[in-house]
């Protein structure tokens, strides 16, 4: 028997407490309680990757309403990568980023993913100094696009530049991502959507 497949606390709270804030409309909050997160108690220790699916599914509808899914998704993942960063464990990550780099960074992903949840698995093919295919047993989404979204942001916050995550053979629940970047330029300022020459950024589905 397969064990349950368990999401841990500080990833839900990364991106419903952090990189949401208060900014949860009323019905929004009610429909992830409803689904079983309280926004106004302590968090649980874990909650059930069909749970954490359906706070995803909640928080798309909700935020990006009208937005395409796999737009919504994409930005999901942004957004809790950036707010996974600011969490004691991220933190801890982030700082080894910077240091070792978005290729080893990406080479050494799976800790980061089974820091937050319990059944993450990741292989990583190397195909050049600044791309590689990375595979996941488990995208945690309705869609690939929100582990696309979270790993082109981890990619720029370890120092990645036009960063590229292109999901490929999804299939509801496996995907492998081609992941390309290229050297940030002496000088420049990361903002996560802009090149070296001041133009827009590759396109990418964001709401």
Known sequence: MNPEKLVHAQTVEALFVRAFE???????REALRKAGLNLDHK?????????WKDFLRIAAAHV??????????YSLGERFMDAW???????ALLSVAKLAGPRRMLLHAGHGFRAGNTFSEVTVVERGPTSLELGMNDVLADQPTFAAGLLARAVELAGGWRVVAIPEGFDGTMCTFHIRWAEAPAGATLNGNATADGQAADSRPRA
């Open 22 to 28: 208060n900014r949860l409309t009323p019905a929004c």
């Open 43 to 51: 968090l649980e220790r874990s909650y059930s990757l069909k749970q």
């Open 64 to 73: 990006y309403g009208g937005v395409p899914a796999e737009a919504a998704y």
């Open 85 to 91: 960063f600011g969490t004691f464990v991220g933190r």
